[in-house]
């Protein structure tokens, strides 16, 4: 009897093969497994399905990529068009420099070399031209010939007489004279 035991202990503890039979179907298992495959089919066209749909979207967006960078090429080109300037253009931005140069510089100048002597009637200023075109007044024409000394020491200024003339209405006769003074 203890042998007996030992063999029945033995078969009970080895394990036992599953008791599936693949030559001989069972016709109760089988709505099962066509539910199955068809379940597995669904899922793998669903699978193909939003992966096809995935890849359409992929190329929509690398499409719209390719797009939005030739636009930002395009753009950097017309930056770069508007920023290179004709000659014409360098011509208009240098006189437009010019005429933001202040005439202060040459206005200190002519109050420097200026005296009681001489009346000031008139100032002409021309920034692009770095000029002041000034109308004067005075009894002598000496007083002028000083001023025009006055101005002429400073540095880097010079005076041109333009034109000088007594005015004939005025009882005092005064000498009317008229400068150009500019830098350089």
């Not at 950097?76 to 240098?94: C, D, N, T």
């Not at 933001?100 to 200026?114: C, G, T, Y």
Request: hydrophobic share 45%; proline share 5%; no cysteine.
């Amino acid at each position: 009897m203890k042998a007996w035991l030992a063999n029945a202990w033995r078969h009970a503890r080895a394990p036992q093969a599953p008791g599936i039979n693949f030559q001989q179907t069972s016709a109760a298992y089988r709505p099962l497994v066509v539910v199955l495959w068809l379940a597995t089919a669904v899922l793998v066209f669903s699978a193909w399905h939003h992966w096809e749909r995935m890849a359409q979207q992929q190329q929509q967006t690398d499409e719209l990529e390719q797009q939005f960078i030739q636009l930002a090429r395009r753009q950097e080109q017309l930056v770069q068009a508007a920023i290179r300037l004709s000659p014409q253009q360098k011509q208009q931005l240098a006189a437009f420099a010019q005429q933001k140069a202040s005439p202060f510089a040459l206005m200190d100048v002519v109050a420097q070399a200026w005296s009681k002597d001489v009346a000031l009637t008139r100032v002409e200023v021309n920034t692009q031209a770095q000029r002041l075109h000034l109308d004067l007044e005075t009894k002598v024409l000496g007083d002028v010939f000083r001023f025009v000394e006055r101005l002429q020491a400073q540095p880097g200024v010079g005076v041109t007489l333009q034109q000088s003339a007594l005015k004939p209405n005025d009882p005092q006769q005064p000498v009317q004279v008229k400068l150009t003074v500019g830098a350089g």
